[in-house]
């Protein structure tokens, strides 16, 4: 069932009424982030009733030891499990010796969330009263900044409404957390020591296992009506946590004031020995500014980041709530600045899939922030991967591969394969296409001719060895074939030939050999010093064009489509449209045996690949594909609408195209699969912007220039985004029929239009035709 109680409006999430069934969902859809840190939107006072509390930062691990029933050579040893970081936002407070809870409240009102996506503000109100009959009125503002990524201010406001009432009031920093998620409910925190320096606290805590150091901070300050007071503070210590107590009265009219600024600082960017020296200092470099100038602060930051990644739609504020709440959240979770990090599926706002990297980074993170950032942001994602070779190939070598053949792993934190079920871990090994198909998209995009000889080759070569090794010559098909695997659908496990593996497989070692003759032919002496390291040999390039040449490829001649897997004809073809409504999603209601026998698709599997090679099949195959495939898709996959949007519209399904942006934009928003509760969909967000880019605009590369296709959703009045292509903003406008675009270069462009090639400077303007 599809949740609409958030508000639409084009530029925040909007929550009126107070209902304890939504607190957990709301947790999630009001998250902030900075890139480095981010939390959910929990209370920064005490609640007793059901929620999700999570803090995460970035790159700060656990390795949580696997736990599975029946264990199988190969399995790895940990879960990488991104941690539940010591809290730093939390306030105990009791009112006339009652403690302030909204769960024990007899009475609610005028209960408001707001997450302004414009400023990066997220805010929470409400009148609450207690159950002496005392009523108060709360007003709470947070951001984690932008400006200083290791910091978040907090403004609490608090006002009795009907008497007087005595306030006692003890903002915390506490390290005594653990994950939700733990495998052995294990403590994966180990509090080292604190300080105090007047209103100023630290502690230090260390990760049990990775030994990552990290100091929480806070510092307070109270203010009546803006005016700034002292307060006497009594400090209360345990073995985990500082409070710093104090007391006061609440009159009415007389709103009283906390100013709690906090955060982190780590080993990954300090050493350890400057940790509280770095937090006091972050402290005091923004001492005596107020609140509202933070916020401000803030809000040029995000403006930044809105001026080359906004997406303006006319006509449809629910379509344009959804796409900037997409961005909002890609750009709260992955600033590029550091190549150390990744985009979790969960990004800062769950624990779910360990918040981790998985090949959703290449398949769908990769061309938003190719085009809406920097080129060196996108670079990062994939210097990412080159870094880790060494333990792709580890991982590889574990499941008896040699010769350097590497095997990026589908759940990593530091390029170990740390996913802990088997169909996945040996068998989804697609996610390797993915790796080299990001150096291809990249190389494509922004014309870098660096990156492969740099570090692409040898990525490259790695994942070439991996197909080639994996592959085995089939006497009866006379063919090579592939066994044993999972494809992007999940819903089939154990396949044998899923047309995508074998089909990118063939890409990959084709692209690898491709490559490396370039390198040979442009750079000579680095192809030279390069064949002496990984000693690749003519011979080795000849056996991947001889499994090139060979590949099976199961097909069905009558219908006119590539097969999934082999025999996926032969089960019950019945369609999606056939289910009970109350049996969706199937994953929570079918058992895993039923699913497995089912036909039914959990995400783009035969589409991915006519999504990610398209160049390679005609439209009229794509029809045939799209047509057969979709009938049978559940899309319970975050991953799956998106694909399904840019294909419907690339073959001018113009409805299906708007119903799948939909869905993939708004499918935390809606809920549309019952599980926002656990964190949002991130990395499928960016398939919310492919959504659009690259479907309703027909966005590509072609002929190292841009040309697009572009079509409206029959309700939209205008579209208009921006594009970062090789180093030159596109700015661009669709409306009623007319087509603009303008840049920022004196240079004369060239972008094709439906099919036809434009010649300009500065900007053009074409009438496009039906």
């Known amino acids: 069932m599809i949740k609409t109680h958030y508000k639409h409006h084009p530029w925040k999430i909007i929550e009126e009424g107070w209902n304890p069934d939504n607190v957990e969902a709301s947790e999630s859809l009001f998250s902030i982030g900075n890139g480095n840190m981010g939390q959910r939107a929990n209370f920064e006072e005490d609640y007793s009733g059901k929620s999700f509390q999570g803090s995460y930062l970035g790159g700060v691990y656990y390795p949580d030891k696997t736990r599975v029933g029946w264990w199988k050579n190969g399995y790895p040893e940990y879960f990488a499990k991104v941690l539940n970081a010591p ?50 009125a709360l007003h709470s503002q947070r951001i984690l ?71 929480t901070f ?59 020296t770095t937090a006091f200092s972050v402290l005091e470099n923004y001492k005596g500014e107020a609140f509202e100038l933070l916020v401000k602060k803030q809000a040029d930051a995000w403006k930044e980041i809105w001026n080359r990644a906004d997406i303006q739609i006319e006509g449809d504020i629910k379509a344009q709530q959804a796409i900037r709440f997409n961005i909002f959240q890609l750009n709260q979770t992955y600033t590029g600045e550091d190549a150390g990090l990744n985009i979790g599926p969960k990004g800062f706002t769950g624990e779910k899939y360990g918040g981790s990297t998985y090949w959703d980074t290449e398949a769908y993170c990769i061309p938003f922030y190719m085009a809406t950032k920097k080129q060196e942001v996108a670079r990062n994602l994939l210097t990412y991967r080159y870094l880790q070779l060494d333990k792709a190939i580890e991982n590889a070598a574990k499941l008896g591969f040699t010769n350097g053949a590497a095997l990026y792993p589908m759940v990593t934190m530091n390029g170990e394969e740390c996913h802990n079920e088997w169909e996945i871990t040996f ?97 000579s002496d680095r192809a030279a010093s390069l064949r002496k390291k990984i000693n690749l040999s003519p011979s080795e390039l000849n056996q991947w064009k001889e499994i090139c040449a060979n590949m099976y490829f199961p097909k069905d001649e009558t219908l006119g489509i590539y097969l999934q897997q082999d025999g996926f004809l032969d089960k019950e073809m019945t369609r999606v449209e056939a289910l009970d409504p109350a049996e969706r999603p199937i994953n929570q209601h079918w058992s895993w045996d039923k699913i497995l026998r089912s036909p039914y698709i959990k995400q783009a599997d035969v589409l991915q690949g006519f999504y990610f090679f398209e160049d390679h099949f005609d439209l009229e195959s794509l029809r045939k594909n799209y047509d057969f495939y979709e009938p049978f898709t559940v899309h319970e996959s975050s991953l799956s609408p998106c694909i399904h949007a840019i294909l419907a519209a690339k073959l001018g399904k113009e409805e299906q195209a708007y119903t799948f942006y939909l869905r993939t934009a708004r499918l935390d928003l809606d809920d549309y699969n019952a599980e926002v509760h656990e964190g949002l969909h991130i990395t499928s967000m960016a398939g919310t912007w492919m959504s659009i880019v690259e479907g309703f605009a027909g966005m590509r590369v072609k002929e190292d220039r841009l040309s697009f296709q572009p079509f409206l959703p029959k309700d939209w009045k205008g579209l208009q985004f921006r594009i970062n292509f090789r180093g030159v903003i596109y700015s661009l406008h669709l409306s009623d029929g007319k087509f603009h675009c303008s840049v920022d270069t004196s240079s004369a462009i060239e972008i094709e239009v439906n099919g036809k090639v434009h010649r300009f400077e500065k900007q053009c303007a074409l009438e496009l035709t039906a």
């Open 87 to 136: 809290n730093w936002i939390g306030v105990h407070i009791s009112l006339d010796g009652e403690p302030l809870d909204l769960n024990t409240c007899t009475n609610i009102e005028e209960y408001t969330r707001v997450l302004d996506m414009e400023k990066g503000l997220y805010s929470r109100s409400c009148i609450a009263t207690l159950p002496s009959g005392l009523k108060v």
């Open 145 to 215: 900044c932008l400006f200083q990524a290791e910091m978040g201010v907090i403004r609490y406001e608090i006002e009795a409404l009907n008497r007087e009432a005595k306030i006692e009031i003890s903002p915390y920093i506490d390290s005594g957390i653990k994950n939700q998620d733990s495998n052995w409910d294990d403590q994966f925190w180990e509090t080292k020591n604190k300080k105090i320096e007047d209103n100023k606290a630290y502690i230090e805590a260390h990760t049990l296992k990775t030994g990552f150091e990290v100091g």
């Open 218 to 276: 806070m510092q307070v300050d109270y203010y009546e009506n803006d005016t700034p007071f002292s307060l006497p503070l009594a400090i209360e210590k345990t073995a985990t946590k500082i409070a710093f107590k104090t007391q006061h009265t609440l009159s009415p009219k007389k709103k009283f004031v906390l100013h709690k600024r906090g955060g982190y600082v780590s080993s990954r960017t300090h050493t350890d020995e400057s940790l509280s």
């Open 427 to 523: 068998e989804e090994i697609h996610r390797n296409s993915a790796i080299a198909f990001a150096i291809f998209n990249y190389t494509r995009y922004t014309g870098d001719t660096t990156y492969i000889p740099e570090m692409g080759m040898e990525v490259l070569v790695g994942i070439a060895r991996f197909w080639a090794q994996r592959v085995n010559y089939s006497e009866r098909k006379k063919a090579y074939v592939m066994l044993g695997v999972t494809g992007p659908n999940e819903y089939e496990n154990n396949v044998n030939n899923n047309w995508y593996t074998n089909y990118s497989a063939q890409w990959c070692m084709r692209y690898a050999a491709e490559q490396w003759e370039k390198l040979e032919k442009d750079a």
